[in-house]
C-alpha cells in the first residue's frame, strides 16, 4: 500500500515537470528531501526522461542550472561534470535550501516537502512559493496538496489524491467522527428539504446524512449517496443504505435541473474550484431549488484542527461564499458559522 502511494505521487510529479530541458528543486525543513528528489529522480528515468541527480557538494547550483538550460551538461553527472551536449529533454534534479537559493533566475518546478500539519506558520515563503506542496505528515502516506495550474491540470492530480486520502481512511472514519450524527440531522431539519423530492447527498462518506435525508423526504422522495471513494461508500453500504452512486462531485451523472436538493457535508473545501463546483451543482438543481452546505464543527475549530489560521478570503467566509454563490448560479440566504456547527442555505437561481 505504501509502495503504490509512493509511485502514485511519483506518476503526478513527473507529469508536473515541463517537457523539454527542466530544472526541479525539492525542498523542506527536514533530511527527507534528499531520498524524495533521489526517487523522483529515478521516476523520471523511468518514464524515459533523461534527468541528471546533484546537490551542492557537487557544485554551483546556478552552474548547474545554466548547463542544463543551454544544454551542455551531459545526460549523467553533474554541474561539475564536463559533459557533452545535453541530451533533449533532459532535467536537473537537486535538493535543499541552498540548492534553491543556489539558482539565482529560480527553477521550472520547486516542489516543497510539508511534514507538519502546523508547519505553513513557520515555513514563510519557501512553502508558500513551491509549485508543488507534498504532505509527508505521515510519511508513509504522502499526498500532494497543491499544483501550479501551469504545469499540470487540477482536475488531474486532485481527484486521484483526494481518494487517496480518503479511501485509507474509509474504514475508520465513523470511529473517529460518529458523535456528529446529531448535528447531521439537525442541519437536515433546519434546511426544510421538500417532502416527496428529490435529493443528493454529494460527497456522502459513509453515509451519516442519509437516514436524516430519507427521514426529510419522506417515503414518496428520493434519496441519493454519490461519492468519489469507492472504500466510503462501501462503508456506507455496509449500513444498509441504497440509491448509492460512485461518481465525481465535480462531473455529476444528472442531467439538468433534475434535482430538487444537494446536501454537501464537508465538500467546498475539498473542491478544485469552488465556483466551478457548486456550478455544476446548480446545473442538476431546479430553479428554486436547495443547497445545503454544512460541516459538524465552525470554521475556526475546522481551522485549527488542520494547523491554519482563519483568512478572510477562506472559501466558507461569509463575503467569500455569497460572492462564490452568485457567480455559480446560487442566492445565499442563510449563513451561520457557530463553534459547533457550519450551515449555509442556497438557493437555485432562475
Known sequence: MTQ???????????????????TVVVDGTDATTGPVADRLAAALRAAGRPTTRSSTATGPLA????????????AAGSAAATGSAGAAGE???ADGAEARAGAPDGWDVVVWLRTSRREHAADGARGD????????????????????????????????????????????WDAKFGDDLPAYAAAVEAAGLPPGGVVVDAGCGTGRALPALRTAVGPSGTV???????????????KGNTGLVLADAGRLPFADGSIDAVFAAGLVMHLP????????????????????????????????RHGRVLRPDDPLAEASLAATATLSGWRLTTYDDAADHFLALADRLP
Open 91 to 93: 532535467v536537473f534534479v
Open 273 to 304: 474550484d469552488p465556483v466551478d463546483g457548486l456550478r455544476e451543482l446548480a446545473r442538476v438543481t431546479r430553479p428554486g431549488g436547495r443547497l445545503v452546505l454544512f460541516h459538524p464543527t465552525g470554521r475556526a475549530a475546522l481551522a485549527a
Open 63 to 74: 552552474t548547474a542550472r545554466s548547463a542544463v538550460a543551454t544544454g551542455s551538461m551531459g
Open 129 to 172: 512559493t513551491a509549485d508543488v506542496v507534498v504532505d509527508l505528515h505521515d510519511p508513509a502516506w504522502p499526498v500532494i496538496r497543491h499544483v501550479d495550474p501551469r504545469l499540470l491540470d487540477r482536475r488531474r492530480w486532485h481527484l486521484v489524491e483526494s481518494r487517496a486520502f480518503f479511501g485509507v481512511r474509509a474504514g475508520t
Open 224 to 238: 441519493i449517496g454519490l461519492d468519489h471513494t469507492p472504500q466510503m461508500l462501501a462503508k456506507a453500504q455496509e
Open 4 to 22: 503504490d502511494r509512493w509511485d502514485e505521487v511519483m506518476t503526478l510529479l513527473v507529469e508536473s515537470v515541463p517537457a523539454g530541458r527542466a
